[in-house]
Every structure is written in C-alpha cells, then in structure tokens.
C-alpha cells in the first residue's frame, strides 16, 4: 500500500527486554518473533526494532562492530529472515534502527583509521589536530558528558566522538563514507525490511572549521546536571548539509518504496527541524523529544502540534515514551485519577493525534518506569550522571507477558529486573478483562483505523479554558470531535454541534447538551455541524 506510513501506528521493540527463549537473560529475535501475534492483535500498523547488529555493546547496540549482522546475543540472519516473514503473514511492517552517525571503536574501518593518517580509511572519522597548547580543537562536548573529542596517541590526532568514546563519529564529508551507508541500507532493504528508523538524524555533519558552539541562549533558572545542554549546537550538528545527504538517502528508498522516519535528537527548535527533514524528498517523517518532557497542559499540546503544522510541510511522528527517556505515566502521575486512567487517558489522546504515532513496549499496559539502584545500572548515561537525570534503564526493564517469574520474559535471571510494581502489569493479566489499559488500546487502535479523520484528517483546535484540551479532526461527514479533560477533577461543558459518543470514549456521559468529562475522561462525538464547546 502506498503511503503506508501516513498517519500508521508504530510499535518500538527494545530487543534486549522485550521475550528471552533460550534462558539468558537477553531477549533475542526468536523470541520477537514468537510475540509477533500480540502486535498484530493490538491492531497496529508495524514494528521498529531497536539495534540487535554486532556490537561490544558499549551502548546496548547503538555501537555497531558490523552492520550486516546479527549479534549473537539476539541470533541469527536466519532468525532475523523468520521474523521479517512472519511479521509480514500477519500483516506487519518491519522497520529497523540504523545508527549511521558513527560506529563502534571496534568496527574495522576505524580500526584502520586510527592506526595511521595515510590509511585508505584515514578520513572516514573525524580528526582534528590539537590546539597549540594541546586542547581539543573545539568546546564541543558529549552527550554522555564532557568533551567530545578524544585523544589518539597513533595518529597524534583527536577523533570527534557525539557519545562514547567508544562511539567515533563518522566523516560524511566524505563521499565513500555515505556510499558505504547506502551499501548497508540496501543489505538490509534486500532482506524485506519495510523501512528504517535512523538515529541521531541531525548527527551526521559537523562544521569542518571545528568553530565552539555558542552557550546557550535560553534563561535557566539552576545549573544543568548535564553540561550538554548548556551549550546551542551551532556546529557539532545540525549542519545544511545533512538534508542534502538525506535525498540520496530517500532516493535509494524510493526505489523499493520503503519508508523512513528520523529521529532529531535536538532541544533547541526541534519541532521546526522535523519540517525541514521531512520536507518532499527528504525523510517521510520525524520525531523529536518534544512530547516527552514533564508537561500535560492543553496549552503545551496546542502549542507543540500547532507549531509543527504551521510550518505547513512535512509529515510528523508523534510519541509519548522511548527507549530513552521516562515512561509517560510516571512522569505525569500527578495529573491521574488512578495511573490506569492517566495510561488510558494518555493513549486516547496520542492516538488521535494528527501524524503517525509511536507507541513504546509496555506502554499498553500502562506500564510505570522501574525504581533501579545504583549497583542495577547497565546505561553508560544513567552511570555517569547518577541520581539525576535518571538514565535510561529504568524504562528498559523487560516486558512483562504474564504471572511466572520474571513475568514470563525468561527462565533464567534476566538483564535488568522486574519489580513487583511492573510484574503486576502484565499481558494475560489484561487480556479480554473490559476496562483494562490493554484492552483500551487495542479499541482505541481498531478506532483510529477505521476513521479516516484520526488517520490523515486535518486539526483544528478549539480556544477551551484548562484543563480541557478540544479539537477536531477532519472535515464535514466523518468529521470527530475529540475532548479531554487533562486533569483529575470532573467538571461538564455545554455542548453543540456533535453528538453521539463513541463507545470507545471513557469517563463521559452526554445528557442533551450536557457532557460532563470524569478525571482523565476523553470523548470522542461525531460532528454534526458548527461545533461549540462552553464550560
């Protein structure tokens, strides 16, 4: 189907945490394909998997030794073929990660590069000379904290490294370095997959005249406890280049008519640059971290969409939670009734959104973020800048499918641990029980699907008093009014010009012209002419 993507409803699989079948600890491909059936019931569109390539596994797979291979740790090629097939029996798309922005220090390019400055590999990596008295070339610094260069002793030499040390940067000014990523993506687009999820999207060109990035112009009220984001990244990233790289990249696409989606890894008018990567011939759509932070206003939300959809190009991917920050209802808590209907409060509203949606492993059952100790951590991240911010392990805990031990995830003692707070929320446990957070997804995802408007059907919001978030979703018949009440106390508002809840709509009853909204409530009407909402 053309255009399959638009407005689809992805699923994220964290490989490591999602079904281990041989005992390790480790989930592994075998075991992704075994859980298949439980996407396809859920009702949605296709499945991203997280990196599950050769890796030391610095960090957790985004470090690829070798891009045309399965880390042991997960299987096989020939698993990886089965799942791809069976993905497809059930009418599943397969999206894959690619890390392309760098490598691991073990891939054997940079294994070449770094042993001299004469080697054919010599200017796939980032090198820069030192400064006079020694210091790196630039202010640039690392994600995973301090600088971003590190020293080489063999070439005398920094290389650029975004994350890890271990992460060496790749040269894209180099035009071998992007027909070697091109080879890599069509080993991939041979074996079926329907697309890809590329990391670090606004990563992949630096300035070449190594200029320091500017402090960061936004007002901040107290230190950061990562000095990452005390800087604008004018040069590291976020370079003109990288969207002409990225239409020969759609250009090899286009020619098996597979999708894409980016992610921009940026805080400084990300919502923005998504328009720009997703403009026509460039990434068919983009997400950033916008939706992911701590605010559930119904000014935010306006605000967020409203200022993607005025740049008036593009096409967006929407989402709550990732791999790489807190799950959504544990950051929102406060703004629940109980944090069953904040989760399916939360799905409601993220599913009716206008663009494609991601949904994350876990967040169908309303799954809450894993309280780890120091001594639990695996995260480079949440090491290195312990307690705060939290890093990233405790929203990679494994899925939990059912009652056994370790809910069901494996027989043996797996990677990071299941606590009875997250044991409790699992697959069986809400299967066909009316009401449960699972059971409202898999309606709300049938709904979305069957309704035009959600898919691909413009918004207009509408100007309500908080905490009610109101807006419409497409044009004339077929049109659907979506209301929220974003808060924990019921209120009513007066109602015309749509009527008819639909029975996926929960903590709503409309009396004549009365709605009254519950905590948590979403309502979904059909529009029945000029809608007026007053409170």
Known sequence: MQDWWRGAVTYQVYPRSFQDTDGDGIGDLPGITRRLEHLAGLGVDAVWLSPFFRSPMKDMGYDVSDYQ???????????????????????????????????????????????????????????????????????????????????????????????????????????????????????????????????????FFHDPKFRDNPSDYRVKNEVEANPYGMQYHLFDKNQPQTLLWLERVRGLLDEYGAASVGEMGESHHAIRMMGDYTAPGRLHQCYSFELMGYDYSPAFFRRKLGEFFAGGGGWPMWAFSNHDVPRHVTRWAKHGDTLESLAKQAGSLLLSFEGSICLWQGEELGQTDTPLVFEELTDPQGIAFWPEPVGRDNTRTPMVWDAAPHGGFTTGKPWLPVKPEQAARHVAGQTGVPGSVLEHYRAMLAFRRATPALRTGHTRFLDLHDPILGFVRGEGAGAVLCLFNLSPVALSVAL????????????????????TLGPNAAAFLSVTGDVAVRD
């Open 496 to 515: 015309h010009g749509a009527e008819a809840l639909d029975p996926v709509s929960f903590n709503a009853v409309l009396e004549g012209d009365r709605l």
């Open 69 to 203: 291979d399965v880390d042991p740790v997960f299987g096989t090629l020939a698993d990886f073929d089965a799942l791809v097939a069976r993905a497809h029996e059930l009418g599943l798309k397969v999206i894959i990660d690619q890390v392309l922005s760098h490598t691991s220090d073990q891939h054997p390019a940079f294994v070449e590069s770094r042993q001299n400055r004469l080697n054919p590999k010599a200017d796939w990596y980032v090198w820069a000379d030192a400064r006079h008295d020694g210091a790196p070339p630039s202010n640039w610094l690392s994600v995973f904290g301090g600088t971003a260069w590190a020293w080489d002793a063999r070439r005398k030499q920094y290389y650029l490294h975004n994350f890890l040390t271990s992460q060496p940067d790749l040269n894209y000014h180099n035009p071998e370095v992007q027909d070697w990523a091109l080879a890599n993506l069509r080993f991939w687009l041979d074996r079926g997959v329907d697309g890809f999820r590329f990391d670090t999207v606004n990563y």
